[in-house]
């Protein structure tokens, strides 16, 4: 018998691994008054990431759903120094989890828990979670 959908999102939950660096916050827009405009690199990396998110196994969420999300970020966190390096993680964050949730068609409104963590690693990419939030009842 094949599970339903929302089974295999209680149990394992989706993950989705976005194979390259994204790009912070401040290089995806450019402003003109009040107004924030996607660039052209940043609209093409959306509809990148869109393809790898369409193209992984993901069960359907239903509305209302609590959902739990976390975001580990790949990449060598030190300078040749060994010291820890000036970058911003959370700054990357937003366009990526954006990203992920226009393509699964979910609004980022059901996230109900959220963790960023940052995983020292010589190859750079992005590894998102999402599982049903475990309410202790």
């Known amino acids: 018998m094949v599970k339903q959908k929302e089974d295999i999102l209680k149990e394992k939950?989706?993950?989705?691994?976005?194979?390259?660096?994204?790009p912070t916050?401040?290089?995806?827009?450019?402003h003109r008054g009040n107004m924030k405009i996607l660039t052209t690199e940043a609209r093409k990396l959306r509809e990148e990431i869109k393809g790898i998110v369409v193209n992984s196994p993901i069960p359907q969420i239903?509305?209302?759903?609590?959902?739990?999300?976390?975001?580990?970020?790949?990449?060598?966190?030190?300078?040749?120094k060994g010291k820890v390096a000036r970058k911003d993680i959370s700054n990357r964050e937003k366009f990526l989890v954006d990203s992920v949730f226009n393509a699964l068609e979910i609004d980022d409104k059901f996230i109900f828990k959220h963790s960023?963590?940052?995983?020292?690693?010589?190859?750079?990419k992005a590894v998102i979670k999402i599982s049903l939030l475990k309410n202790d009842k």
């Open 25 to 30: 916050y401040n290089h995806l827009y450019w």
């Open 62 to 80: 239903q509305e209302e759903t609590q959902l739990e999300l976390v975001v580990e970020i790949h990449e060598n966190w030190f300078t040749q």
């Open 116 to 124: 960023m963590n940052k995983v020292q690693s010589k190859k750079e």
């Open 13 to 22: 939950g989706i993950k989705i691994v976005i194979p390259f660096k994204t």
